[in-house]
């Protein structure tokens, strides 16, 4: 197998990091040297072609052929057989419904979170526990989600200060990715690979583009559930990320999706009912003024402006508030995540690849 990529003569492991550095191959962490016996592994478990290209990364429209997704994934500390995730992953990001371009390069700053549902979870060892949102030693939650950022810096070129135009950042931006709980583990609705098309069998990557990310006590288990739904809804019509109806998630905790289910509730029921708590009137949203007008779902195209008592919807249908379960049991605070998301919407892949 020929590989395309140039190589590089470093006198060891110690050289190729202060190499990495000089050259920016990484945005700040260090990353592992690509050798080419890494990178053929690679390509020999997915059984591509090096030269094929899954899409072009915006904003510095670079090639992402299988090869440079390897070299990447290598250099994130990826097995082989993570391969064909992170593949999805970069399908999904190309699809046109994401948007990556703006979210490379908005001044929002938004970090594209990788969810990973289905099969895959167990089969590869991905944590939906405890500190399913952090590094709690799971290598495929960790060097999957490093992958995705290296793809998209190095062959993407989505650098601050340079074509990433950030105000802040998000720091999601280093790793960013979360394991939905599997339905055999005491999840009692449907997966969200399930809710956008594809079958509970399938394994599947969903893409999501993060602005912000709030960890909630939604009290589940210790308030009634109108309550419940009361801070839920109060989160997710936070003026500050109210310009436009944008497409929210809601990563709930085995608990508290239990408590519900048990109650009567499946995803569905629990889905519109936020979905229709979540307004503010017109008189609310004229006070975060004329920001991002250019958005598809702005307040202004949705409402009469010069009705102060209009109800402005938070999110505009079903497919607009995502949810799914992952994360340890909770104690009676409940904890939650509402992520908001900015730019684009969430594209669901299924990976075509069954592991033996």
Excluded at 50 to 56: A, L, Y
Excluded at 143 to 169: C, D, E, K, V, Y
Excluded at 235 to 263: D, T
Excluded at 270 to 289: N, S, Y
Aim: charged share 20%; aromatic share 8%; proline share 6%.
């Amino acid at each position: 197998m020929k590989l395309a990529s140039k190589v590089y003569e470093v006198a060891d492991v110690d050289d190729f990091a202060e190499t990495a550095y000089r050259m920016g191959w990484t945005d700040g962490l260090p990353v592992f040297p690509p050798t080419e016996k890494k990178v053929a592994a690679m390509l020999d478990y997915v059984r591509r072609e090096p030269d094929e290209v899954i899409g072009i990364i915006s904003p510095g429209e670079g090639l992402a052929t299988v090869e440079k997704i390897a070299v990447n994934a290598v250099m994130a500390g990826c097995l082989p057989e993570y391969l064909p995730v992170v593949i999805t992953a970069v399908e999904a990001m190309v699809d046109n419904t994401f948007e990556l371009m703006r979210v490379q390069c908005t001044t929002g700053g938004p970090a594209p979170l990788v969810i990973i549902s289905g099969p895959v979870v167990k089969k590869l060892g991905f944590n939906y526990g405890e500190g399913a949102f952090t590094g709690t030693g799971h290598r495929p939650n960790s060097t999957i989600g490093r992958a995705i950022r290296l793809i998209l810096w190095n062959i993407g070129l989505g650098r601050p200060g340079q074509m990433s135009h950030a105000t802040m950042g998000h720091p999601g931006r280093y790793c960013y990715l979360v394991a939905e709980r599997p339905a055999e583990d005491q999840n009692p609705w449907e997966e969200i690979h399930v809710t956008n098309g594809l079958k509970s069998g399938d394994s599947a990557v969903s893409m999501f583009p993060a602005g912000t990310h709030i960890q909630l006590s939604a009290g589940v288990g210790a308030n009634t559930l109108e309550n419940n739904l009361f801070v839920f809804q109060d989160v997710l019509c936070n003026l500050g990320y109210f310009q436009a109806a944008s497409q929210k998630l809601l990563v709930i905790n085995p608990q508290a999706a239990n408590v519900f289910h048990n109650a009567g509730w499946d995803k569905a029921r629990f889905r519109d009912a936020i979905l229709k708590q979540c307004i503010r009137p017109v008189r609310d949203i004229k006070r975060t003024g004329g920001q991002s007008i250019t958005a598809t779902w702005h307040w202004t195209k949705l409402v009469d402006v010069n009705d102060d008592s209009a109800m402005v919807p938070n999110m505009i249908d079903a497919h607009h508030l995502q949810i799914m379960v992952s994360g340890g049991w909770a104690p009676p605070v409940s904890q939650c995540c509402a992520i908001t998301s900015m730019h684009g919407e969430m594209v669901t892949r299924k990976i075509e690849w069954t592991w033996e």
